[in-house]
Protein backbone atom coordinates (compact mmCIF):
# COMPACT_ATOMS: atom_id res chain seq x y z
CA UNK A 1 0.00 0.00 0.00
CA UNK A 2 2.72 2.52 0.78
CA UNK A 3 4.67 2.30 -2.63
CA UNK A 4 1.57 2.47 -4.20
CA UNK A 5 0.28 5.92 -2.87
CA UNK A 6 4.74 7.15 -3.19
CA UNK A 7 3.82 5.90 -7.00
CA UNK A 8 0.80 8.53 -6.97
CA UNK A 9 1.91 10.99 -5.18
CA UNK A 10 5.66 11.21 -7.38
CA UNK A 11 2.99 11.09 -10.10
CA UNK A 12 1.21 14.15 -8.93
CA UNK A 13 4.33 16.04 -8.17
CA UNK A 14 5.36 14.96 -11.84
CA UNK A 15 1.60 16.42 -13.53
CA UNK A 16 2.00 19.75 -10.99
CA UNK A 17 5.46 19.75 -12.34
CA UNK A 18 4.58 19.77 -16.20
CA UNK A 19 1.48 21.76 -16.43
CA UNK A 20 2.03 24.22 -13.61
CA UNK A 21 3.82 26.24 -16.53
CA UNK A 22 1.14 26.51 -19.09
CA UNK A 23 -2.07 26.57 -16.25
CA UNK A 24 -0.47 29.46 -14.21
CA UNK A 25 0.21 31.97 -16.47
CA UNK A 26 -3.31 32.35 -16.80
CA UNK A 27 -4.01 33.36 -13.71
CA UNK A 28 -0.16 35.34 -13.14
CA UNK A 29 0.35 36.25 -16.69
CA UNK A 30 3.53 37.68 -18.11
CA UNK A 31 5.84 36.05 -15.18
CA UNK A 32 8.61 34.27 -16.12
CA UNK A 33 6.85 30.88 -15.02
CA UNK A 34 6.39 30.71 -18.97
CA UNK A 35 6.56 33.97 -20.96
CA UNK A 36 8.36 35.11 -23.79
CA UNK A 37 9.81 38.76 -23.66
CA UNK A 38 10.65 41.09 -27.04
CA UNK A 39 12.75 44.17 -26.96
CA UNK A 40 13.87 46.34 -29.15
CA UNK A 41 17.41 48.11 -29.30
CA UNK A 42 16.91 51.53 -29.88
CA UNK A 43 20.16 52.60 -31.35
CA UNK A 44 20.06 49.63 -34.48
CA UNK A 45 16.50 48.67 -34.99
CA UNK A 46 16.88 44.93 -34.24
CA UNK A 47 15.13 42.57 -32.53
CA UNK A 48 16.08 40.57 -29.34
CA UNK A 49 13.59 37.16 -28.17
CA UNK A 50 14.02 35.70 -24.98
CA UNK A 51 11.91 33.13 -23.55
CA UNK A 52 11.50 31.63 -19.86
CA UNK A 53 9.67 28.55 -18.69
CA UNK A 54 10.08 27.68 -14.83
CA UNK A 55 11.89 31.32 -13.99
CA UNK A 56 14.93 29.71 -16.36
CA UNK A 57 16.22 31.46 -19.70
CA UNK A 58 15.66 28.98 -22.26
CA UNK A 59 16.30 30.41 -25.31
CA UNK A 60 16.90 33.96 -27.00
CA UNK A 61 18.11 35.05 -29.90
CA UNK A 62 18.07 38.62 -31.91
CA UNK A 63 16.99 39.28 -35.35
CA UNK A 64 16.75 41.68 -37.78
CA UNK A 65 14.02 43.72 -38.87
CA UNK A 66 13.41 45.81 -41.75
CA UNK A 67 14.05 48.91 -40.10
CA UNK A 68 17.57 47.20 -38.89
CA UNK A 69 18.10 46.32 -42.29
CA UNK A 70 17.33 49.46 -43.90
CA UNK A 71 20.28 50.74 -41.52
CA UNK A 72 22.29 48.19 -43.06
CA UNK A 73 24.87 47.69 -39.51
CA UNK A 74 25.10 51.24 -38.41
CA UNK A 75 24.24 52.40 -35.52
CA UNK A 76 22.42 55.46 -34.01
CA UNK A 77 23.67 57.13 -30.79
CA UNK A 78 21.70 60.42 -30.21
CA UNK A 79 21.16 59.93 -26.30
CA UNK A 80 22.84 58.62 -23.31
CA UNK A 81 19.76 56.02 -23.16
CA UNK A 82 20.31 51.94 -22.69
CA UNK A 83 19.77 50.65 -25.99
CA UNK A 84 17.60 47.36 -25.40
CA UNK A 85 14.08 48.15 -24.19
CA UNK A 86 10.78 45.45 -23.68
CA UNK A 87 8.50 45.87 -26.31
CA UNK A 88 6.14 43.44 -25.18
CA UNK A 89 5.71 40.46 -22.89
CA UNK A 90 3.58 37.32 -23.76
CA UNK A 91 2.68 34.43 -22.24
CA UNK A 92 0.62 30.60 -23.47
CA UNK A 93 -3.19 31.73 -22.79
CA UNK A 94 -2.56 35.88 -22.68
CA UNK A 95 -3.68 37.35 -25.64
CA UNK A 96 -2.33 40.27 -24.56
CA UNK A 97 0.83 42.07 -23.27
CA UNK A 98 1.53 45.14 -20.74
CA UNK A 99 2.02 48.45 -22.16
CA UNK A 100 5.50 48.85 -22.35
CA UNK A 101 7.28 52.92 -23.54
CA UNK A 102 8.04 50.84 -26.64
CA UNK A 103 5.28 48.77 -26.90
CA UNK A 104 4.57 49.24 -30.35
CA UNK A 105 8.32 49.88 -31.46
CA UNK A 106 8.38 46.30 -32.86
CA UNK A 107 5.58 46.80 -35.00
CA UNK A 108 7.24 50.25 -36.39
CA UNK A 109 9.86 48.15 -37.37
CA UNK A 110 8.03 46.39 -39.59
CA UNK A 111 5.99 48.79 -41.18
CA UNK A 112 8.74 49.49 -43.47
CA UNK A 113 8.42 46.19 -45.21
CA UNK A 114 4.51 45.76 -44.75
CA UNK A 115 3.79 49.14 -46.12
CA UNK A 116 6.88 49.71 -48.33
CA UNK A 117 5.28 50.56 -51.12
CA UNK A 118 2.92 53.63 -49.38
CA UNK A 119 6.86 54.68 -48.18
CA UNK A 120 8.15 54.58 -51.30
CA UNK A 121 5.47 57.24 -52.61
CA UNK A 122 6.12 59.96 -49.79
CA UNK A 123 9.12 59.88 -51.23
CA UNK A 124 11.78 59.26 -48.33
CA UNK A 125 14.51 56.49 -48.41
CA UNK A 126 14.06 54.05 -46.17
CA UNK A 127 17.54 54.57 -44.31
CA UNK A 128 16.28 58.13 -43.61
CA UNK A 129 12.87 57.29 -42.28
CA UNK A 130 14.78 54.08 -39.77
CA UNK A 131 17.56 56.80 -38.59
CA UNK A 132 14.46 59.10 -38.30
CA UNK A 133 12.91 56.52 -36.25
CA UNK A 134 15.51 55.80 -34.10
CA UNK A 135 16.44 59.22 -33.46
CA UNK A 136 12.44 59.98 -32.38
CA UNK A 137 12.85 56.36 -29.79
CA UNK A 138 16.43 57.90 -28.29
CA UNK A 139 15.31 61.31 -28.13
CA UNK A 140 11.50 60.73 -26.36
CA UNK A 141 12.29 57.68 -24.57
CA UNK A 142 9.28 55.96 -25.81
CA UNK A 143 7.92 54.81 -29.56
CA UNK A 144 4.38 57.41 -29.33
CA UNK A 145 6.63 59.84 -31.18
CA UNK A 146 7.74 57.61 -33.90
CA UNK A 147 3.76 56.81 -33.86
CA UNK A 148 3.08 60.06 -35.32
CA UNK A 149 6.18 60.66 -37.79
CA UNK A 150 5.36 57.24 -39.84
CA UNK A 151 1.46 57.80 -39.81
CA UNK A 152 2.54 61.14 -41.52
CA UNK A 153 4.51 59.84 -43.94
CA UNK A 154 2.26 56.95 -44.83
CA UNK A 155 -0.58 59.48 -45.32
CA UNK A 156 1.86 61.28 -47.62
CA UNK A 157 2.35 58.24 -50.19
CA UNK A 158 -1.26 57.06 -49.90
CA UNK A 159 -2.27 60.50 -51.40
CA UNK A 160 0.56 60.45 -54.10
CA UNK A 161 -0.40 56.47 -55.02
CA UNK A 162 -3.93 58.30 -55.16
CA UNK A 163 -3.46 61.15 -57.29
CA UNK A 164 -1.00 59.38 -59.02
CA UNK A 165 -2.75 57.76 -62.92
Not at 29 to 35: E, H, V
Not at 40 to 52: S, V
Not at 76 to 102: C, K, M, R
Not at 112 to 137: M, Q
Request: no cysteine.
Amino acid sequence: MKKKNAKIIVAAVVAVAVMTPFVAPLFFPWTKLNSEDQEINIKTGQARYTRYVWFIQVSQRIEDTPLSEAMEGDVIDVADIEPWHFANTFSPGVPNSPHYLFHSALYQARQLKDYGEFFEASGVPKREIATTVLTLWQQSGKSRSADEYLWELLDQGFDKLEQSP
